[in-house]
Nanobody
Framework: QVELVESGGGLVQAGGSLRLSCVVSGLTMSNYRMAWFRQTPGNEREFVAGIDLKGTFQYYGDSVKGRNTISRDNAKNLVSLEMNNLKPEDTAKYYC?????????????????WGRGTQVIVSS
């Protein structure tokens, strides 16, 4: 059974930082590109960051570029998202996702597995 379990969300003041983690089980993570998405009520899921199989290349959504860093540790089945200089508009539920294919990394439909999400709230 495949599981992606996110953690690290919480309440933080604007300008602060958070580190999200996603622990993966039930699959060989080194065979999957990984990504973080976020979603607010009534809106579509938005691509935040993605990383290739070995962690060589990272990709970021325009709204977080320069403030976030995605990383992975295949030996630990862990993918992380370091978020800095957080803004109130970063408030959302953040989801970890995995894809074994080579579809467009920023597209929700490219992903095979999803976690249940972790809530991030940024106060002004």
């Amino acid at each position: 059974q495949v599981e992606l379990v996110e953690s690290g969300g919480g309440l933080v003041q604007a300008g602060g930082s958070l580190r999200l983690s996603c622990v993966v089980s039930g699959l060989t993570m080194s065979n999957y590109r990984m990504a973080w998405f976020r979603q607010t009520p009534g809106n579509e899921r938005e691509f935040v960051a993605g990383i290739d199989l070995k962690g060589t290349f990272q990709y970021y959504g325009d709204s977080v570029k320069g403030r976030n860093t995605i990383s992975r540790d295949n030996a630990k089945n862990l993918v992380s998202l370091e978020m800095n200089n957080l803004k109130p508009e970063d408030t959302a539920k953040y989801y970890c996702a995995a894809t074994s294919g080579y579809g467009y990394l920023k597209s929700v439909s490219s992903y095979d597995y999803w976690g249940r999400g972790t809530q991030v709230i940024v106060s002004s």
